[in-house]
């Protein structure tokens, strides 16, 4: 008897299938598109907001929900959390509990998909934290060692601590922000950042 083998549906046909009627109802989505100021491709995360916690709706009859951008990642901060990025992103699944295989479009050093990848909460928060971050980290064993230390978060931690960095007002926001960086990732020049990271590469 010969065994036919079904061919895996290629990345545009994937698409359509089974990513397109998740990301209306993602909470959070995850954007990689181009920015003509940046190196491509850039990572965009960004969290779902209903009409009812929206504050720009006025006298609109019928609000809709928004996709608000949380933070984003590109060039070679970008390059050294990928396999972190991929990790993050391959556990979703779809309302039947399938695996969305999101990780195929960010598998390669020359990631040619544009578009939206829907993201549960636990994804969302991981990935925003980690985007906001990294921001103004030049050393990349210390962006790569907050990202591995983000992955390692529950959900709640990671829900809780994106709400200290951005839901306290601009001035808590920052102080928790850098806070969270010397937290996370140590301080520059700290030889101990490589031993930790090596660690957890592990």
Same mark, same amino acid.
């Given at each position: 008897?010969?065994?036919?083998?079904?061919?895996? /549906?290629?990345?545009?046909?994937?698409?359509?299938?089974?990513?397109? /009627?998740?990301?209306?109802?993602?909470?959070?989505?995850?954007?990689?598109?181009?920015?003509?100021?940046?190196?491509?491709?850039?990572?965009?995360?960004?969290?779902?907001?209903?009409?009812?916690?929206?504050?720009?709706?006025?006298?609109?009859?019928? /609000?809709?929900?928004?996709?608000?951008?949380?933070?984003?990642?590109?060039?070679?901060?970008?390059?050294?959390?990928?396999?972190?990025?991929?990790?993050?992103?391959?556990?979703?699944?779809?309302?039947?509990?399938? /695996?969305?295989?999101?990780?195929?479009?960010?598998?390669?050093?020359?990631?040619? *998909?544009?578009?939206?990848?829907?993201?549960?909460?636990?994804?969302?928060?991981?990935?925003?934290?980690? *985007?906001?971050?990294?921001?103004?980290?030049?050393?990349?064993?210390?962006?790569?060692?907050?990202?591995?230390?983000?992955?390692? *978060?529950?959900?709640?931690?990671?829900?809780?601590?994106?709400?200290?960095?951005?839901?306290?007002?601009?001035?808590?926001?920052?102080?928790?922000?850098?806070?969270?960086?010397?937290?996370?990732?140590?301080?520059?020049?700290?030889?101990?950042?490589?031993?930790?990271?090596?660690?957890?590469?592990?």
């Amino acid at each position: 008897m010969t065994v036919v083998k079904k061919s895996k /549906p290629d990345e545009k046909t994937h698409h359509t299938r089974f990513i397109e /009627p998740e990301i209306s109802h993602a909470p959070w989505v995850l954007r990689i598109t181009e920015h003509k100021d940046k190196p491509v491709p850039v990572f965009v995360v960004k969290e779902r907001i209903h009409p009812d916690q929206r504050t720009d709706t006025g006298n609109m009859v019928a /609000p809709r929900s928004i996709l608000r951008e949380i933070g984003l990642i590109y060039g070679p901060q970008q390059q050294r959390v990928l396999p972190v990025i991929r990790t993050i992103i391959g556990r979703i699944c779809n309302s039947q509990g399938i /695996p969305l295989e999101l990780g195929q479009y960010v598998n390669s050093q020359r990631i040619t *998909f544009r578009g939206n990848l829907p993201l549960d909460a636990e994804a969302g928060s991981k990935l925003a934290l980690i *985007f906001k971050l990294q921001e103004r980290i030049l050393e990349l064993d210390r962006v790569e060692l907050i990202a591995r230390r983000v992955n390692r *978060f529950t959900r709640e931690e990671a829900g809780y601590w994106l709400s200290r960095i951005t839901t306290y007002g601009d001035a808590a926001n920052r102080w928790a922000l850098a806070g969270m960086k010397v937290m996370l990732g140590g301080q520059p020049g700290d030889k101990a950042v490589g031993q930790m990271l090596e660690g957890l590469r592990g």
